[in-house]
T-cell receptor
Framework: EDKVVQSPLSLVVHEGDTVTLNCSYEVTNFRSLLWYKQEKKAPTFLFMLTSSGIEKKSGRLSSILDKKELFSILNITATQTGDSAVYLCAVVMNYGGSQGNLIFGKGTKLSVKP | DVKVTQSSRYLVKRTGEKVFLECVQDMDHENMFWYRQDPGLGLRLIYFSYDVKMKEKGDIPEGYSVSREKKERFSLILESASTNQTSMYLC????????????????FGPGTRLTVT
């Protein structure tokens, strides 16, 4: 069965800390991996990762994919209270009728305290 | 910017009522999706559509149906609402057309929080 597992499920840090969120996957036909940030409403897209070892960066956020070990990490440096959210990892399927469908992890809830 | 809109942010319905949730996207995307999101269970796919009048069951289609008469609009229908369908419902869309290259990243609407009493 295809699955995506995120860890930890929740995390509480203080402003200025650096955090690493983990996403591992077991998928038979992998196309790409996506990270989303979800605050009170809809998930908003952060990164798409397709190739191993190439870091994607956006400000204080960065992410990397390891297709050999089947995982990805999302790093946030110098955290701010505005980073508080649920971070979702999803894998894009690449075959048959499910092509383009996403399998989501359950998310990591990050709380950043002032 | 891609825009995905949903007809209601909050909805309260009674058990047994027929419920329509509407989703519209303005980016000419081929693929549209309906998810529900529940605490501890994450996002689960109910139905998806990759073309007008086409639909496919996702992981939890029971109790739901969908309609896609126009490319930009994807409707989720609860034929007879039940209390276990109380949830947050999220619509999403993506491009490109299946079988072609592309990223398939999905863009989400703001969600509809449905309460069935």
């Amino acid at each position: 069965e295809d699955k995506v597992v995120q860890s930890p499920l929740s995390l509480v840090v203080h402003e200025g800390d650096t955090v690493t969120l983990n996403c591992s996957y077991e998928v038979t036909n992998f196309r790409s991996l996506l990270w989303y940030k979800q605050e009170k409403k809809a998930p908003t897209f952060l990164f798409m990762l397709t190739s191993s070892g190439i870091e994607k960066k956006s400000g204080r956020l960065s992410s990397i994919l390891d297709k050999k070990e089947l995982f990805s990490i999302l790093n946030i440096t110098a955290t701010q209270t505005g980073d508080s959210a649920v971070y979702l990892c999803a894998v894009v399927m690449n075959y048959g009728g499910s092509q383009g469908n996403l399998i989501f992890g359950k998310g990591t809830k990050l709380s950043v305290k002032p | 910017d891609v825009k995905v809109t949903q007809s209601s942010r909050y909805l309260v319905k009674r058990t047994g009522e027929k419920v329509f949730l509407e989703c519209v996207q303005d980016m000419d995307h081929e693929n549209m999706f309906w998810y529900r999101q529940d605490p501890g269970l994450g996002l689960r796919l109910i139905y998806f559509s990759y073309d007008v009048k086409m639909k496919e069951k996702g992981d939890i289609p029971e109790g739901y149906s969908v309609s896609r008469e126009k490319k930009e609009r994807f409707s989720l229908i609860l034929e007879s609402a039940s209390t276990n369908q109380t949830s947050m419902y999220l619509c999403a869309s993506s491009s490109p057309r299946r079988g072609t290259s592309g990223s398939y990243e999905q863009y989400f609407g703001p969600g509809t929080r449905l309460t069935v009493t």
